[in-house]
């Protein structure tokens, strides 16, 4: 029998926080009632600020990021529309598929797994697109199989240096309210992200940002949607209402983490996201093992995606984390199967948490036949965590 | 300020069972973990039950009611694909737009709101479609709009008797759970529910049962779709996974609710809706006012669509209620607005609680200008419920 | 099998809000903290506020409201101390057993069940009491067995009409934070209630205001004490400590609790009390059924005790409405066992349920053989909260 | 701003399991309900086997530890009775100086704090005690503060080598349900513990359990009491109800508390206290620190008390901890006040958990001046944890 938490070091669903669980233990009530929008007015309102958008339209769609996925597609685009996408992982690999599925023609730049969008090569092309035939470039700012940040601010120069007018889509499922990510600034037309990462909620809700342009895309864009329509919400929305029932519960929590977001100040979050990975980090290098990553320009504060040494199997890491140390570590997907494990570092997260999991995955290392040193990754860890402590986190009047 | 409970007469979301609370408050978890299938295997296996379907295929789609809608429709027909449709609510109505939207051919019968399915007519339609050209017929079984439930049944008879193939659609969102019904019986190939319902959880699934011959249409539907693929579904749940990041806190909730579902007996859950909604209706008829649905065997045992005195503004019945009394009724919607008030009385339900909605109802009738009798519902109601209460619901040992 | 709500109609425990409920689904934390004072001390200044005393002391203790009449006791008199106290309900009968057991020679005055205190018969044994023989003087200020409310100030003023100094002990378990209650102004120096009860929280703490003269008696009271002893409560308290282990949960639910009662206003929540009540005391008569409570005077705004008809058991209504109709009254206790149960008012309530509590009588007494007009109570009620209604509860901005 | 978990590493509170939090988290219900002591009559009967005893009786008083140890005392003993006491910590401490303010004539043994219960001068006076004057011998089994358990069988066996009579209390708070406790076997009479230590569950709850001799002794012992009165509670408690209104969302919570407990198999759970305990103790050895306790026979398995180095002040381990690391780590209590900080490890709790205490001790300690190798004491840990480690904790079907 377990006993003690389940430490949980997936890339999300990620821990939520205690007050965000409060929140969320509500009864139901009616989404119709007159003062329904007071609660969800304000979440609009303070999700344009985690996605750094003053002029953009926030929708929440009962579901997941890859319901928001669709929902920006068919929303701006029409069938048979060129795109221009690239493959780097298991989730940049989705969403190809998915874009092919629903009918575009979509042009696809592989690169090797471990590295991040080939900017250059974005900007080659579109360049090369003198009749503008590409109507969306689409970049998974996060990839969350292999743990690489990819350079979202360097496609919109790419596109603005030859004047390219093509929509900029963004899935910023696992870096939205971790990562900096900042829609106007970067001019991202739609930009994707989920409830269970960042935003430290239970899956349930896609969370797509819209910029004007964008909106205006949608007035004319002829692909089949009707779930996904941006006018039935846009119109509901503008009340604080809803065209089918929202899972309010949710929005509870919503409030609740987004007022955690703001009091810890969205740039901290950053910060403290990019110093407790840093630690993680350390503590890989310190085990002698790989990341996926394979730049340190590329390295992902959200999620350490690590290779295991050749003879050892990483599902037999995750098996024996989650069987006998009570874990639960990311696995490796697809090509990466048997390869990696992940580290989910994001969300709700302090020192002792990434100490945790670098402990326990030393065990499962070591258990699985690595030749990990104990302790050795933790140490490095706690040496970065000791050098960069705040002086004092919370302040307690003198005795 | 309010105080007290809010008593929650929407027909959903219903209200939730304490234990199915419970059982929704749970740090996240990992969805990719080894043992994760105990859990989401047991679901499908016992949401069959509640469909009533052996060889039937349950979803889970993270969504809504409207989402397994679009499912339904895009797993299953190509476009420009003609269907045979009734409108006569609000829901009905929403279900002929989406189908148009998503590029179907619609038949469309419209039959005043308070009536139901058009049996006859659909036979007629059926039985002169001699090509085959009707690929699929749609029923909404609860028009949650009007308070009405059609014959199901009676539209399998009529496609039987002309040994029609069409497929058979059913908006069950406000029925199943609540309101026989039966899959493999009456032959469905398509039934839609919701998680806020009958099944007494918050909303944030769409729950979808899809018989063999539809399953099969999937395969070969050209319909453009992918988040909401059956195939990409279908080849994860069959070992309890998914193919996207499902909510679940709701699947330890829906195991819960479940569990309690069996615990009384399905046929016994879907008597006590009809004993409980009939002391609503003999409340009503005390009062002197009418319902919407326009005869006894359209009366829907989940939710009663009340119109007010022709001097009475149901909005402002409504409004009193929830600003006064902290009770929300449903609205009246679309056409029927400002002139019918809803209660629902499905899900987690006792006498004591639909008692409650009639002393409220009188008290924001008479505030709102109607000549209601204090009392006079209430009366018939619990006579009703006297007459009809089981000797002792609970077994307790003798003192 | 029981669904829908529990309707919980006991004089206390009392129904929890929801958001007290969810304040106190906390993980536990260390009660030595150096902010753990953050939490309690603002606990204990705005107790006072509902004692409405200004310069007492509040103790908290782990136990329930009876610990705190021990508390009170052991603390501030001695061995073989005369006290004077009148027994008229059940639990003022059992605090004159404690007071015995504890070692005191109890004056008793019995005074039949349904009046209250004898405020004359005080005055004349305390102006009788010419040595002062008398220590102190009890008062149980709402009887919850017989719901009697008594006249606290009355016996304030007799102890001042004679310049008599032995201490004013109040039970004011099911008054306090319902009914109004003064503290100082009465001169009241031990004042006793619960979690249990108006501050709608589960049960678990005893709560008991000591006045600036008790505490001083306490410094030299021999009566053995050690889990009650105030000093040591006293000494940690001033930081915001405590002795022993507290429940630190319901701490949390008590700032919500509290934040709630002063959100309302206090004055408003007796108002509150008060105009409910009257609606379910005027729904007894409409059933021609007799309270206990002797007198309009002695009406307690917190609990009901109704007397069933000579031919009616009582304990057969509250069985029936538990076993069928999943409601919880109370019980008759001693000597009105079976001729009494009793229907709480208190805590966090509204119009409908004081509504489902006299429409769940009606029919729990018409199944027991009682002639009740079914909704005649309620029509009363509804009459009564109708012509009392407030304009409007809460402010919704215009559509 | 705290992120994260807040790591809870204090000897009690501890941490609530999940189960238990969901299961306490339940509406109020009537205490008087026919059916409560199907809840109730359960508990007793499974608390008797966690104190493993057979014949006892067991009592569950709303409060704490410390009002057990007073209910023990004052139900069983006489004003003046002689007692035999040691005093070794704080605790021990605090139940003499209860003692002797109760009344009793208590013979104390002083002992260094770091040692345990002086069994062989107990036998000492015991044999000496001719006349059978001492009445009780108390025993403290687990000294929280210096992380001490004492030999208490061993003063069994004391007390039947001289045929001596005397009552045997114990004060297990901190042992009960954690480590080895034999009620019976041992011949323990008065057997005290609380409900927020091995039983997993908010503090609010003192239990005790009571053998046949003390409970007749209690039908003859003079000592005043009422509140804590064994009569009342035997009476009530024998179908299930309670004198006084009882916490009962922490029956709930202990229901499913004693199932964990039971599932996972009482002998288990001391083992495993016992193994994660040894990992801890491994790692304090490796920084090159010492216990309180002198010797390992004496060595707590649920909480280690840890001497900083003479120039580290022990309070400032812990407030670097609480304030920059979210840990709660125990206060050195009196006398080691500034020379000891305490890791509790009690309860719900598995390896990952002790290793970010210990690795959050590091920071800690280091921080405040110690020289501690980062990841030195959990490389320790590790080491024993994987030498130990089930092959298989849970069972997943092969894939």
Same mark, same amino acid.
Not at 351 to 361: D, I, N, Q, V, Y
């Given at each position: 029998?377990?006993?003690?938490?389940?430490?949980?070091f997936?890339p999300?669903?990620?821990?939520i926080?205690?007050?965000v669980?409060?929140?969320?233990?509500v009864?139901?009530q009616?989404?119709?009632?007159?003062?329904?929008?007071?609660?969800?007015?304000?979440?609009?309102?303070?999700?344009k600020?985690v996605?750094r958008?003053d002029?953009?339209?926030?929708?929440l769609?009962?579901?997941?990021?890859?319901?928001?996925?669709?929902?920006a597609?068919?929303?701006?685009l029409?069938?048979?529309?060129?795109?221009?996408m690239s493959?780097?992982g298991?989730?940049?690999?989705?969403w190809v598929?998915m874009?092919?599925?629903l009918g575009?023609?979509v042009?696809?730049?592989?690169?090797?797994w471990g590295?991040?969008?080939?900017?250059?090569?974005?900007a080659r092309?579109?360049?090369?697109d003198?009749?503008?035939e590409?109507?969306a470039?689409f970049?998974?700012h996060n990839?969350?199989?292999?743990?690489?940040t990819?350079?979202?601010?360097g496609?919109?120069?790419?596109?603005?240096s030859?004047?390219?007018e093509?929509l900029?889509?963004?899935?910023?499922?696992?870096s939205?309210a971790?990562?900096d990510?900042?829609m106007?600034e970067w001019?991202?037309?739609?930009?994707?992200?989920g409830?269970?990462k960042?935003?430290?909620?239970?899956?349930?809700l896609g969370?797509?940002?819209?910029?004007?342009k964008?909106m205006?895309a949608?007035?004319?864009?002829?692909?089949?949607r009707a779930?996904f329509?941006?006018s039935?919400?846009?119109?509901?929305?503008?009340?604080g209402y809803?065209p089918y029932?929202p899972?309010?519960q949710?929005f509870?929590g919503l409030?609740r983490?987004?007022d955690r977001?703001f009091a810890?100040g969205?740039?901290n979050?950053?910060?403290?996201?990019?110093?407790?990975?840093e /630690?993680v980090r350390?503590?890989?290098?310190?085990? /002698?093992?790989?990341?996926?990553?394979e730049?340190?320009a590329?390295?992902?504060?959200t999620?350490?995606?690590?290779r295991t040494?050749a003879?050892v199997?990483a599902?037999?890491?995750i098996r024996?984390?989650y069987e006998?140390?009570?874990?639960?570590? /990311?696995t490796?997907?697809?090509?990466?199967?048997?390869?990696?494990?992940r580290?989910?570092?994001l969300g709700d997260l302090n020192?002792?948490?990434?100490?945790?999991?670098?402990?326990?995955?030393e065990?499962?290392?070591a258990?699985a036949g690595?030749k990990?040193?104990f302790?050795?990754?933790?140490?490095?860890?706690?040496?970065w965590?000791a050098?960069?402590a705040?002086?004092?986190?919370?302040?307690?009047a003198a005795?």
């Open positions: 029998m377990k006993t003690g938490f389940t430490h949980l997936i999300g669903p990620t821990n926080p205690e007050p669980r409060q929140a969320m233990n009864p139901m009616d989404m119709r009632a007159p003062d329904f929008g007071d609660l969800t007015l304000g979440l609009f309102k303070d999700l600020r996605f958008t002029t953009g339209t926030v929708f769609f009962p579901g997941s990021g890859t319901g928001a996925w669709e929902a597609i068919t929303n701006t029409n069938p048979g529309d060129k795109v221009l493959r780097f298991q989730f940049s690999a989705l598929e874009a092919e599925r575009l023609d042009e696809v730049i592989d690169v090797a590295a991040g969008c080939p900017v250059k090569e974005y092309r579109l360049g090369a003198k009749k503008g590409i109507k470039v970049v998974t990839e969350t199989a292999t743990g690489v990819s350079d979202v601010e496609v919109r120069k790419a596109l603005d030859c004047f390219h093509a900029l889509f963004v899935d910023g499922v696992s939205i971790s990562i990510f900042r106007d001019g991202v037309d739609l930009a994707v992200t409830s269970q960042g935003l430290m909620l239970p899956a349930g969370v797509l940002a819209v910029s004007q964008a205006a949608s007035k004319t864009a002829t692909m089949r779930y329509e941006f039935d919400m846009e119109k509901l929305n503008a009340t809803f029932t899972p309010t949710l509870h409030r983490s987004l977001i810890e969205l740039d979050v950053i910060a403290r996201h990019h110093r407790l990975a /630690g350390r503590g890989v290098r310190a085990w /002698g093992l790989n990341l996926v990553a730049h340190p590329f390295y992902s504060d999620v350490s995606a690590i040494p003879d199997d599902r037999e890491v024996i984390g006998r140390y009570n874990i639960s570590f /990311g490796g997907l697809a090509q990466l199967s048997g390869k990696v494990f580290i989910g570092h020192e002792g948490m990434c100490l945790t999991a670098l402990s326990l995955a065990l499962s290392l258990a690595a990990v040193e302790g050795s990754g933790v140490a490095a860890a706690q040496k965590y050098e960069t705040p002086a004092c986190r919370i302040h307690i005795e």
